[in-house]
């Protein structure tokens, strides 16, 4: 059953509980998604975090966001966002976007498929920072299904590196964590939706809130 919390409320209640060990899934891939991995993984394409300097400004931001290095080992750095749009067939026609740097998250479900990409764009401001794109057809665009235990209680965040820092979480990416409640019922035994904390401000968090079906 659900439970909706804020994330300041989160952060004051929640204890770290002993670490579970993570369910390991099959790995399914249709051979374009192989290739595409490939690509993604290719020091050609992508410098993976665990290799980037000092000097750049995404070490600097993931220094900042403390981030437990087991996820920083997951991510992926891009000089340029565009090198993503080309590497993907749906996008490789679409209109140029900003040729900016950007941190760069897979999403995977819960049989370890990669369905969504996204990048977290560096120096652009507030204004636009992030950007998804969808590998999978058809798949929810949740990041973290591929490292919880859905039998365990599951803490959903609107934003990955918010996820990242806690144990058996996903984020919805930006999406209104409500949308997708369909979802978390028939995919999580229980789960805490944890909305971000500018819900007093941001009139439409603050709906939401009211909205979550709780128990």
């Given at each position: 059953?659900?439970?909706?919390?804020?994330?300041?409320?989160?952060k004051?209640n929640?204890v770290?509980?002993?670490?579970k060990?993570?369910i390991?899934?099959?790995?399914?891939?249709?051979?374009?998604?192989?290739e595409?991995?490939?690509k993604?993984?290719s020091?050609?394409v992508l410098?993976?975090?665990?290799?980037?300097?000092?000097?750049?400004?995404?070490?600097?931001?993931?220094?900042?966001?403390?981030?437990?290095?087991?996820h920083?080992?997951s991510?992926y750095?891009?000089?340029n966002?565009?090198i993503?749009?080309?590497?993907?067939?749906?996008?490789?026609?679409?209109?140029?976007?900003p040729?900016?740097?950007?941190?760069v998250?897979?999403?995977y479900?819960?049989?370890?498929?990669?369905?969504?990409?996204?990048?977290?764009?560096?120096?652009?401001?507030?204004?636009f920072?992030?950007?998804?794109?969808?590998v999978?057809k058809?798949q929810?665009?949740?990041?973290g299904?591929?490292?919880i235990?859905?039998?365990?209680?599951?803490?959903i965040?609107?934003?990955?590196?918010?996820?990242?820092?806690?144990e058996?979480?996903?984020a919805?990416?930006?999406?209104?964590?409500n949308?997708?409640?369909?979802?978390?019922?028939?995919?999580?035994k229980?789960?805490?939706?944890v909305y971000?904390?500018?819900?007093v401000?941001?009139?439409?968090?603050f709906?939401?809130?009211?909205?979550?079906?709780?128990?």
């Amino acid at each position: 059953f659900p439970v909706t919390i804020s994330m300041e409320k989160f952060k004051d209640n929640f204890v770290q509980t002993e670490k579970k060990d993570v369910i390991e899934f099959e790995y399914k891939k249709s051979e374009s998604q192989i290739e595409l991995e490939n690509k993604i993984k290719s020091s050609n394409v992508l410098k993976h975090c665990q290799h980037i300097s000092e000097n750049e400004s995404a070490y600097n931001y993931l220094l900042k966001r403390k981030l437990p290095k087991k996820h920083i080992d997951s991510l992926y750095y891009v000089s340029n966002i565009n090198i993503i749009r080309e590497n993907l067939a749906e996008y490789a026609n679409s209109d140029k976007l900003p040729d900016v740097e950007a941190i760069v998250i897979p999403f995977y479900n819960k049989e370890s498929i990669l369905t969504h990409v996204q990048v977290r764009m560096l120096n652009t401001g507030d204004s636009f920072r992030y950007l998804t794109f969808e590998v999978e057809k058809g798949q929810e665009k949740v990041w973290g299904m591929n490292n919880i235990d859905p039998e365990q209680e599951v803490f959903i965040f609107e934003g990955a590196f918010d996820a990242m820092c806690v144990e058996n979480a996903i984020a919805v990416a930006g999406a209104s964590l409500n949308a997708s409640q369909k979802f978390y019922d028939d995919n999580l035994k229980n789960y805490t939706l944890v909305y971000d904390s500018d819900y007093v401000s941001n009139k439409d968090i603050f709906k939401q809130i009211f909205k979550a079906d709780v128990s």
